[in-house]
């Protein structure tokens, strides 16, 4: 029986949060958050949304094992998976592990050292364009900012040469959000609740048909076109184009690049400027190590050992706020984790949130210090530290994110001071978000000193 559980595991507590009738749906909806921070007496609890039984898995070794074993034990899987399959069906991120192997092969040439060389010439430029097309005392929107960067760097990288890559890229970021966002939805809600005509649902139907034929147009044009430069051109070329299914299997990755690598950066970009502005001295620091770089430096991976403060920064802030907060596995045959015992098709989940705020693995978690960092490794795999996961589908676009926000970071520190509009005012997460980002984020840009 699905997710039904063998022998002691009957003793797993309930996450916190239970409310009969909507089990833990609500706790969910309403600040995932809060309801992931008191997740810490358990290694382990059952979680009811909708009529199935899943479990939050909150031992860092447990986790761990979960994502080294994606080829045989565990895959993709649970509710998450299947409302985003209904939408990519075989793109990289949510396809099930036996076209995985080979779907990530013809991925890695887009993302190889020298791939993301020259995708650093898009982040710099971009983000020196975004950072002159700023004034002194601006309010910046600071995530709707970020996101039109990330989706600019995405979409310059995926088609370099293009002249606009694409009339509708504006509509593209809000489309993706709103995509999202119903994906998550849909997973929370049981079917009989998600009507065409419920604005989340209309919203969402209206973002997939504007993001597939918006896909669909680039990938015609630039096999026409022969497109042999930037991701597309790696991604177009890595195949027979003749091959049937070609054109559906570049359209889901195409989607997956979209939804996995453009809010995700933006959101620990935006996340990552809220700290700057909180914290002026983290900003000395940065600005320290920023300004001793050439000016004329096109790589980051050359200057990695002159930027440690700016590194410690950045994992502090994925630590802190990891984009992908939550992601779930199914068990494809019996299996233990701990001393339980699970049947094949149990639902997993595990947090990067609950796992990097949790006060047994981090200490004083919910204080921002880089400093925890010094001495380490820069964004090093330390033990519960997973904000891109880890195993065989970690993210493929990490050095990517990291390079992206790296470009953006310095490009605004060189020229900006960042202050908080109205100090003190807490800044929450967006509801109801896929990825964990600022629910509204205005600071005030001024010249440096
Ligand atoms: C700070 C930014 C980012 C974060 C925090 C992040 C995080 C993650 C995480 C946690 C996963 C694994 C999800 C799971 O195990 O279920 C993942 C997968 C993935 N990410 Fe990222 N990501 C970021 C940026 C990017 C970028 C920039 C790209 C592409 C340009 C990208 C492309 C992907 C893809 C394609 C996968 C699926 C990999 C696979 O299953 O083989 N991500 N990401």
């Not at 639902?347 to 949130?353: L, T």
Request: aromatic letters at 8%; charged letters at 20%; hydrophobic letters at 40%.
């Amino acid at each position: 029986m699905k997710g039904s559980v063998v022998g002691e595991n009957r003793l797993i507590p309930l996450a916190p949060g239970y409310i009969p009738g909507i089990g833990h749906a609500g706790a969910l909806l309403k600040d995932p958050f809060r309801w992931l921070r008191r997740c810490v007496n358990s290694d382990i609890y059952r979680v009811k949304v909708g009529p199935s039984t899943s479990y939050l898995v909150t031992d860092v070794d447990m986790v761990q094992e979960i994502l080294s074993n994606s080829d045989g034990g565990f895959d993709k899987g649970g509710p998450l998976f299947s409302s985003i399959r209904q939408v990519v069906p075989n793109g990289l991120a949510s396809c099930p592990a036996h076209v995985h192997r080979r779907q990530r092969r013809l991925m890695q040439p887009a993302f190889s050292p020298s791939a993301i060389k020259n995708a650093e010439a898009i982040m710099e430029a971009y983000a020196e364009e975004l950072a002159e097309s700023w004034v002194p005392e601006q309010l910046v929107d600071v995530v709707s900012e970020m996101n039109r960067a990330t989706l600019h760097i995405l979409w310059g990288s995926l088609l370099p040469s293009a002249e606009s890559p694409l009339a509708d890229l504006e509509k593209m970021g809000p489309a993706v959000s709103d995509l999202m966002r119903g994906i998550l939805i849909r997973t929370a809600i049981p079917s009989k609740m998600q009507h065409p005509l419920l604005p989340f649902n209309r919203r969402f139907l209206q973002a997939i048909d504007f993001i597939d034929t918006a896909t669909r147009q680039i990938i015609r044009s630039a096999v026409e076109q022969n497109i042999s430069e930037g991701l597309l051109g790696v991604l177009i070329n890595s195949e027979s184009r003749d091959r049937e299914g070609f054109e559906e299997e570049l359209r889901d990755q195409i989607i997956t690049l979209l939804v996995a690598g453009t809010e995700t950066s933006a959101s620990t970009l935006s996340w990552a400027l809220y700290r700057l502005a909180a914290n002026p001295n983290l900003v000395d620091q940065i600005r320290s190590e920023v300004d001793a770089l050439p000016s004329d430096r096109l790589s980051i991976s050359a200057y990695r050992k002159e930027l440690p403060a700016t590194l410690n920064f950045v994992s502090e802030t994925l630590r802190m706020y990891p984009a992908i907060w939550m992601s779930s596995r199914t068990s494809v045959s019996t299996i233990r984790l701990g001393s339980n015992s699970f049947e094949a098709g149990t639902d997993f989940f595990f947090s990067s949130y609950q796992l990097q705020h949790d006060p047994r693995t981090f200490e004083s978690p919910e204080i921002f210090s880089p400093e925890r960092w010094s001495g380490q490794l820069p964004l090093s795999s330390r033990p519960g530290f997973i904000p891109f996961s880890g195993g065989g589908r970690k993210c493929i676009g990490d050095r990517f994110a990291v390079y992206e926000i790296l470009h953006v970071l310095i490009a605004i520190v060189r020229r900006w001071e960042v202050s908080l509009v109205s100090p003190g005012t807490a800044i929450k997460p967006r509801r109801l978000a896929a990825n964990l980002t600022p629910e509204r984020l205005f600071l005030r840009i001024d010249k440096r000193p």
